[in-house]
Nanobody, 120 residues
């Protein structure tokens, strides 16, 4: 059973930093891209950053220059380092494991989310 588990959320003042972790089990970690998504109440989830199975990152415009996504394949864990946080970064952050194109899976998997609150 593929199960991503997020951690590291919390309350931080504007300008501060947080690092989120996504630990994924139940499959070969190097087979998947990993994405971090943010959801505001009443809105759909929006991509914040993603990293390919080969380690190539890409970012939403709002995250460029402030956030860094990385992965440690030896620990089956992906990270989202968030710096210079703004109140608009507040939301529920979800980890997505993308196995859509992988034989035997054909879908993606979501964690339950971790809450980030940035106070002004």
């Amino acid at each position: 059973q593929v199960q991503p588990v997020e951690s590291g959320g919390g309350l931080v003042q504007a300008g501060g930093s947080l690092t989120l972790s996504c630990s994924a089990s139940g499959y070969t970690f190097t087979a998947s891209a990993i994405g971090w998504y943010r959801q505001h109440p009443g809105d759909q989830r929006a991509l914040v950053a993603a990293i390919s199975s080969g380690g190539i990152p890409n970012y939403a415009d709002s995250a460029k220059g402030r956030f860094t996504i990385s992965r440690d394949n030896t620990k089956s864990t992906a990270y989202l380092q968030m710096n210079k946080l703004k109140p608009e970064d507040t939301g529920l952050y979800y980890c997505n494991v993308d196995l859509v194109g992988v034989r035997g899976y054909g879908r993606d998997y979501w964690g339950k989310g971790t809450l980030v609150t940035v106070s002004s």
